[in-house]
Structures are given as structure tokens and as C-alpha cells.
């Protein structure tokens, strides 16, 4: 009893003094060189010690939701089951190893940080956390890839892609340099300092880091977020990117299509997609909403709560996701990588993406492939064909010359079914005639 005592006073004294003197000297807890450079330097992920012991303390101290008493408790009704949000706790307090997955991320992939020039869009400067990995063989035989992620994703979700994508072990497959930044706010990119980094500034930031790595035309991958980044781009810089592959895409109903629906003249594909569309606008947009609208009083709630905030994360994984069964190590990296630094600069990116005229997306003649996939096994049956949307809406603004379709899958395919996703990707661009000519300038 005196021992256990004795070690209580020890955690109690520690844990008031890591209270009494926060991290303030080092706001984005991982060391990142406060000189700005235009060229990529190498970078290895460093998370400060005392921050995950804080983490670790705070997920200790987590104190459970109460539950309606069976069998009234909704099951995800009203959010994330609390038996799993306490199983998380539990984990992330007492076996979670941050540096071994840091380790681990260090080992796998090559780390780069540059800073992008300011610009007409984003009036300051804007550094960088990016993943560059070469293809073997000649430099021009491979095709230089900018993958763009989304919420709540890092860069690490083309963990499992990355290198098939750069050295595939099919001998035919196409080769990529593969460029794959975190997002400004996510992972390991230091948030925006300023208001107005919206999908178009941050699509001329990331072109820019293309240029400046060297590439002066390249190729695109998106989902998400980062599929409306890249809708923006390939209409500002139509003579860099030479074809778009994405595993998402959102095409509005317009006032003709709402009034054929209304009519009960809309095709049963059509009409699955406005029930898809109206079903994750009324019943699980609530997320998105409050990102948009009031992302720093979320933030503030989330700033001391990582149990909270991987609650608030699987709440999106458990409606997107076709019921992949994520492990408790999954979920804890996937939220404190969006933690670490803060979560306002992330969740503050939907007030920007969300403007009026964001969407807007102009008709792009750029090549365009479109993989889409299903959700059936989600948590909420009303979005099980959302984002199966017609391939002649897409066509409105895209130039789709490859489209496929999935029955399963759900919103994150690249780390739930890799292999797929990659067939994909790679049958879209074998399928692009006088892409190499593109690519070296000669054609």
C-alpha cells in the first residue's frame, strides 16, 4: 500500500508539472528546422519525449461517457460505441509505443521537408513534411506522382502503396516517383499560419513543390481533401499535369437532375446517388459541418482529450470504412498524427474547402481514371452507395477515360484493399497513349 502510495505521489508530481509547464516552447511537438529552404532537405520524424508521456498520461486519466442502459444504447446511433472508446483508453495508456511506429515510418519511407515560396494565392511562406520515393531505372522511364490524402488521413494512408507503386514486382507495370505530402496541419506539415489557404492556394503550393523537386510535368492521385486540391489543378496548370487518377469523386445534382428526381424521372443510379448524397447531408455530415463553420471551438475541445479526438476520428472511419476492422494501433496513429501538432490546422482546412464557389469545379480536358467503391458493411446503411455516382455526372467535368467499380471497399481502398487499388491506378495510366512523350517535354 505505502509503495503504490508512494508511486502515486511520483506520477501525481510529474504529471502537475508536465501541466505547469506545457510544451510551448516547441508548439508542433516535433522537431522541425525553423530555417526556411527551397530545396528539399532530408527529414526524420522526431516527436518530443515528454509530449507522448503527456499523451500516454492524459489517455490514463480518460474518463468513460455513460451509456444509455441496454438495450436502449444506440449502436452508433449517437457516435462511436463507448466500450471501444474505453478498450482504446485502456490500450493507448498502457501498451501503445509511439517509437516504435515512429521507427517504423522513419525506416519504410524517405522524409523530406522543403518550404514552398508564397504566392498570389497564399501570400506567405508554406513548409512542407513529404515522402519522395524513386523508382529504380532510368529517371525518365517512370512517371512523377503527387498523391494527395485527406481527412482524417496523413500521408500514411499510401503506406501500403508507395513503394508497390515505385518498383512494382510486375515486370510491366508503370514506375512511379512517388511524392506524397502531408497536408498543411496533418501529420508532420506545419498548419497554415494564415487564413486563405484554400483548395486552389494549396494546389499552386503543391505544383510548385513538383517544380521544384524537378518536375516539371507530372501526374496526380487523389481522394478526399485532396481530390478537391486536385480538381483545382488540373485546371490552373493543365501544361504540368499531364493525368488525374482518383478514387473519389462528388458530382452535384444540378436543378435539372433535382427536378427530373422530383419527377420520379431520375435513372435508379441516379436516384440511389441524390439518396446517398441527401442521406450523408442530413445524417452524417455533422463532422464536416462543424469543421467548416466553427473548427477552433472543436480544436479547443479536442486540445487536451487524444481519447476524444480518436473518438471523433472513428466516427468517420466506422461510416466509411465497409467495416475493415481497423486495430486499436491503426486508429491511435492514424488520431495522434493529426494530434500532435494540434488539431486546428487540420479541422480548420474544411472552413477553407468550404467556401462558396470551392466546388466549382471548370471542365478539364486532362485524363482523368475513376475507381469507385462501395460501402455495404459501413456502420450506417443509408450510406452504403455513397460515393457511387453516375459516370456521366463525373463526366460533366472530368475527362474520364478510365472507370471501374467496386461493390466494396468504402472510402479508404488504398489501405484496405491495396492490390485493387493499384490495378487500378496502374490499368489507368498503361491506358494513356503519348504519356512519356508528355512527360520529357517532346510531345
Known amino acids: 500500500m505505502l509503495i503504490s502510495l508512494c508511486m502515486g505521489v511520483l506520477v501525481a508530481s510529474a504529471w502537475a508539472a508536465a501541466i505547469n509547464s506545457p510544451s510551448s516552447a516547441n508548439p508542433l511537438n516535433f522537431l522541425f528546422p525553423s530555417n526556411q529552404s527551397h530545396e528539399a532537405r532530408p527529414f526524420s520524424i522526431s516527436v518530443t519525449e515528454k509530449f507522448i508521456w503527456e499523451t500516454a498520461q492524459r489517455a490514463r486519466l480518460y474518463r468513460p461517457s455513460i451509456a444509455l442502459e441496454e438495450p436502449q444504447q444506440p449502436n452508433w446511433d449517437d457516435g462511436p460505441p463507448p466500450a471501444k472508446i474505453n478498450e482504446l483508453a485502456e490500450y493507448w495508456a498502457h501498451s501503445y509505443d509511439w517509437f516504435k511506429i515512429q521507427d517504423q515510418i522513419n525506416a519504410n519511407f524517405s522524409h523530406y521537408i522543403i518550404t514552398v515560396p508564397s504566392s498570389d494565392k497564399y501570400p506567405h511562406p508554406l513548409p512542407l513534411h513529404f515522402i519522395h520515393e524513386h523508382a529504380n531505372g532510368p529517371p525518365n522511364a517512370a512517371i512523377p506522382l503527387l498523391i494527395l490524402h485527406g481527412w482524417p488521413s496523413t500521408s500514411l494512408e499510401w503506406s501500403n502503396v508507395i513503394h508497390p507503386l515505385a518498383n512494382p514486382s510486375e515486370t510491366n507495370a508503370p514506375r512511379f516517383h512517388v511524392v506524397a505530402p502531408d497536408l498543411p496541419g496533418f501529420g508532420f506539415s506545419p498548419a497554415a499560419t494564415h487564413a486563405g489557404l484554400g483548395p486552389r492556394a494549396m494546389g499552386q503550393a503543391f505544383d510548385s513543390l513538383m517544380h521544384q523537386l524537378g518536375y516539371p510535368t507530372y501526374a496526380l492521385s487523389s481522394t478526399d481533401l485532396g481530390w478537391e486540391v486536385a480538381m483545382w489543378m488540373v485546371h490552373d496548370f493543365p501544361a504540368s499535369v499531364v493525368a488525374h487518377a482518383t478514387d473519389f469523386f462528388m458530382p452535384p445534382p444540378n436543378v435539372t437532375d433535382l427536378a427530373r428526381f422530383a419527377a420520379n424521372q431520375t435513372t435508379a443510379e441516379e436516384s440511389d446517388w441524390i439518396l446517398s448524397l ?166
Request: aromatic share 14%; glycine share 10%; hydrophobic share 35%.
Open 278 to 443: 441527401q442521406a450523408f447531408q442530413t445524417d452524417n455530415s455533422g463532422y464536416s459541418l462543424v469543421h467548416g463553420t466553427r473548427p477552433l471551438a472543436l480544436a479547443l475541445a479536442m486540445t487536451d482529450s487524444p481519447v476524444g479526438f480518436a473518438g471523433w476520428v472513428l466516427q468517420l472511419l466506422g461510416m466509411a470504412s465497409d467495416g475493415y476492422k481497423y486495430t486499436l494501433e491503426e486508429i491511435i496513429t492514424m488520431s495522434i498524427t493529426l494530434w500532435i501538432q494540434g488539431t486546428y490546422g487540420n479541422l480548420r482546412t474544411y472552413k477553407e474547402f468550404t467556401k462558396p464557389g470551392a466546388m466549382d469545379f471548370p471542365t478539364t480536358s486532362v485524363p482523368t481514371g475513376v475507381s469507385q467503391w462501395a460501402n455495404p458493411d459501413g456502420e450506417y446503411p443509408n450510406m452504403k452507395r455513397f460515393p457511387i455516382a453516375p459516370r456521366d455526372w463525373i463526366e460533366r467535368t472530368a475527362n474520364v477515360t478510365y472507370f471501374s467499380r467496386h461493390e466494396f471497399g468504402g472510402h479508404f481502398p488504398a489501405r484496405s484493399q491495396p492490390q485493387l487499388w493499384l490495378q487500378d491506378v496502374r490499368a489507368f495510366f498503361s491506358g494513356l497513349p503519348g504519356l512519356s512523350l508528355r512527360l520529357t517535354g517532346d510531345g
